[in-house]
């Protein structure tokens, strides 16, 4: 199985900061990198497909980068309802797994 | 609206079984994957596999073959998951969710992503 390690595993950050989320494989997955945002309580919602492509309907402060082993997800200025926790997921090969998650915070 | 809408909370014994399901609505629910995810209380989320409704094709993770069993109802669009024989470790959030297919902008190859989630089941096992 490839193994997704992100970091931080959460921060905190004040409203309008720039807050970045490495993801890590244990392997090469080229592009095939997403994003999700889970709120407290709720299901996970698409982000970003494709590394970098925006899933309809989401914010521009959100948007990934990288490839192959090394990618990141940015909000370029974090809002109070980006509190939530972050995973990023391959689809390279299956099983599809998930990275263990971030925690984000408002300072 | 396109939606997929889960069962109730579950609380069960060790050793009982149990079937949950997901029911799609507003779209073909033949023609796409559907996938579970469980979350166990304050943990991450796990892939557990995926199944097709149209011919009930199925792909676990190996974490989970053997453990659970996906199946489908094409006719009632409506997708599930069961266990013969809980045990305290299954005890969590189980979430279904479609799998859509997104291309890439600049080589056009194929994504897939869950695009459509449903709100959870929570299953709780104990005696």
């Known amino acids: 199985d490839i193994q997704l390690t992100q970091s931080p595993s959460s921060l905190s950050a004040s409203v309008g900061d720039r807050v970045t989320i490495t993801c890590r494989a244990s392997?090469?997955?080229?592009?095939?990198l997403k994003w999700y945002q889970q709120k407290p309580g709720k299901a996970p919602k698409l982000l970003i497909y494709?590394?970098?492509s925006l899933q309809s309907g989401v914010p521009s402060r959100f948007s990934g980068s990288g490839s192959g082993t090394d990618f990141t997800l940015t909000i370029s200025s974090l809002q109070p309802e980006d509190i939530a926790t972050y995973y990023c997921?391959?689809?390279?090969?299956?099983?599809?797994?998930f990275g263990q998650g971030t925690k984000v915070e408002i300072k | 609206e396109v939606q997929l809408v889960q069962s109730g909370a579950e609380v069960k014994k060790p050793g009982e079984s149990l079937k949950i399901s997901c029911k799609g609505s507003?779209?073909?629910?033949?023609?796409?994957?559907i996938g579970w995810v469980r979350q166990m209380p304050g943990k991450g989320l796990e892939w557990m596999g995926i199944?097709?409704?149209?011919?009930?094709?199925?792909r676990y993770s190996p974490s989970f073959q053997g453990q659970v069993t996906f199946s489908a109802d094409k006719s009632i669009s409506t997708a599930y998951l069961q266990w013969s024989s809980l045990r305290a470790s299954d005890t969590a959030m189980y979430y279904c969710?479609?799998?859509?297919?997104?291309?890439?902008?600049?080589?056009?190859?194929?994504?897939?992503?869950?695009?459509?989630w449903g709100q959870g089941t929570m299953v709780t096992v104990s005696s």
């Open positions: 494709a590394t970098s």
């Open positions: 969710a479609r799998q859509g297919y997104y291309y890439d902008n600049i080589d056009s190859s194929p994504h897939d992503a869950f695009d459509l």
């Open positions: 392997q090469s997955i080229s592009n095939y």
């Open positions: 997921q391959q689809s390279y090969n299956t099983p599809r797994t």
């Open positions: 507003g779209y073909n629910f033949t023609n796409s994957w």
């Open positions: 199944i097709y409704p149209g011919d009930s094709d199925t």
